[in-house]
C-alpha cells in the first residue's frame, strides 16, 4: 500500500487549499477502498495553470468520457468487452481492461481548458480564471484635504485700499 505526502501541495496551493484537501482524501480513499486505477499526476504548470495527467492505455477518444459539473472533474472510461475466443492462450493477463471512473474536486473559478489523449496518456488542462469583480483591485492613497475642493480661508486685514 502507497501513502503520500500531500503537505508540499498545501503549501503551494495558495487559494487552493480546498484542493489539495480534495486530492489528498482522494487518495486517502483510493488506497483504503483499493482503487487506484488508473493513475495519475497532478501537475502546477504557473500561477493559474493546472495539469492533470491519466494513463489509460489502450482507451481510445471514444471510450473517454470528461465531465465537469458544479466544481467537480468527472473522468469516465468505458471498454467494450474483449472477444473471449481470442487465438492466444494467455499465460498472464496483467493488463487492465476494465473500466473506471475518477473525480477530481476543482477550487473554485478553476475550468477545463483542454483534454488531449497522446500515447495512452490523457492530459487535462486546468486554467483558473478569477473574475475581475472578484480581482484585488489597487487603491490609491491622496491626500484628502487637496481632492475634496476644500480651500483656506486667507484673513482679511482691517485696512482696505480705498481707504488711503
Not at 492466444?88 to 483542454?114: K, N, P, W
Not at 484585488?136 to 484673513?155: H, R, S, V
Amino acid at each position: 500500500m502507497r501513502t503520500y505526502d500531500f503537505s508540499p501541495l498545501y503549501r503551494n496551493f495558495v487559494g487552493f487549499d480546498r484542493m489539495a484537501s480534495m486530492i489528498d482524501a482522494a487518495a486517502s480513499q483510493a488506497a483504503q477502498s483499493g482503487s487506484t486505477y488508473p493513475p495519475y499526476n497532478v501537475a502546477r504548470l504557473s500561477e493559474d495553470s493546472f495539469r492533470i495527467e491519466l494513463a489509460v492505455a489502450g482507451f481510445t477518444a471514444d471510450e473517454i468520457d470528461i465531465e465537469s459539473h458544479n466544481g467537480i472533474l468527472t473522468v469516465t472510461g468505458t471498454q467494450a468487452p474483449k472477444a473471449e475466443n481470442d487465438a492466444a492462450e494467455y499465460l498472464h493477463r496483467g493488463i487492465a481492461e476494465r473500466g473506471f471512473e475518477r473525480r477530481f474536486q476543482l477550487a473554485d473559478h478553476v475550468r477545463v481548458s483542454s483534454a488531449d489523449l497522446t500515447n495512452g496518456l490523457l492530459i487535462i488542462s486546468l486554467v483558473r480564471e478569477v473574475p475581475e469583480a472578484l480581482r484585488p483591485q489597487k487603491i490609491a492613497i491622496t491626500n484628502a484635504a487637496a481632492d475634496n475642493g476644500e480651500k483656506l480661508i486667507e484673513a482679511k486685514s482691517g485696512k482696505s485700499k480705498k481707504a488711503a
